[in-house]
């Protein structure tokens, strides 16, 4: 018993460094290539971090367990020799476990859009309406257990040589916080072009915080473009010197457009998050900015 505790406790703290490590990082490379972008964002960076910390607990605890099963026990289908199955299987099972994320996650964060779960849970990630590198695990902890099963939920089903467990929480990493650091980490010719046409990056995640019923994928566009709830990228910076560079913060007003019809099974406006959620933890803020109500229209 003592063991398993230990493991929790162990995963925990690998996961909440891990986060302030590459968030850290990310959030100082942010400040050095794009100054003031984050001007004015302390409250909500406090914020991002205590619910984030909050979150690696409950992403933690079951990793840790499931560590000290598989050591111990032989629990999940992590392997480490890596002719234990065929070379192919490396590139198709990260391939595989990010696909099966992404369904998950598409159709989790669909449900969390409906309006009981968008205010109890969904609302504190979206309390980011211009959401920093912080962000990446700022999620209420009813949220966050939709996300900690996933990763436990992959090693117990499919085959994951250790190397490609390792490569799929990296990816996992990165994205999380790319995705929400605010400016463009890949040049605009890629997410314009071909390759964008099916990857989430920056653009396509920060448009789901300004718009919120659309883009809700988290590593490919598949499901958003089949159901129809894909709307495309933010733009770059109105100033218009970001099409020439390599890295462009994002743009976060663009000319107002006609919100795409809900989909029947999102209620089409789910109300500005006001409530703080019950059970607060003790180390998250409770107090958040109101998301203006005319992008909830
Ligand atoms: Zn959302
Ligand atoms: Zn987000």
Redesign the pocket.
């Given at each position: 018993m003592a063991g398993i505790l230990l493991s929790a406790l162990a995963m925990t703290l690998i996961v909440a460094l891990r986060y302030l490590a590459v968030s850290g990082g990310f959030a100082w490379a942010t400040a050095r290539l794009h100054p003031g972008l984050y001007a004015r964002l302390g409250p909500q960076i406090r914020r991002e971090i205590g619910w984030s910390l909050v979150s690696a607990a409950i992403y933690g605890v079951p990793a840790g367990i499931l560590a000290w099963g598989w050591a111990q026990r032989g629990w999940t289908r992590v392997y480490t020799d890596p002719h234990q199955w065929s070379l192919w299987w490396w590139p198709v099972s990260v391939l595989l476990a990010l696909a099966l994320h992404d369904t998950w996650f598409y159709w989790t964060h669909r449900w969390l859009h409906r309006r009981g779960p968008f205010h109890r849970a969904h609302a504190v990630?979206h309390a980011s309406r211009h959401?920093t590198a912080w962000?990446a695990m700022s999620f209420h902890p009813w949220e966050a257990l939709t996300g900690a099963v996933v990763i436990p939920a992959l090693v117990l089903a499919i085959p994951l040589h250790v190397g490609s467990l390792g490569l799929v929480l990296a990816i996992m990493t990165l994205m999380g916080v790319t995705?929400?650091m605010g400016w463009e980490i890949f040049p605009r010719s890629w997410v314009e072009g071909r390759v964008g046409r099916w990857l989430i990056t920056a653009s396509h995640?920060h448009r789901?915080?300004s718009d919120y019923r659309c883009n809700y994928g988290l590593y490919f566009r598949v499901w958003d473009r089949l159901c129809g709830t894909d709307r495309g990228l933010v733009p770059a910076d109105a100033t218009g010197r970001t099409q020439r560079q390599r890295t462009s913060p994002l743009s976060t007003e663009w000319p107002s457009s006609p919100p795409p019809p809900a989909p029947s099974n999102v209620p089409s406006s789910p109300p500005p998050p006001r409530i703080a959620p019950k059970a607060a933890p003790a180390t998250a803020p409770t107090t958040r900015p109101v998301v203006p109500s005319e992008r909830l229209q």
């Open positions: 990630h959401p962000a995705n929400h995640h789901h915080h």
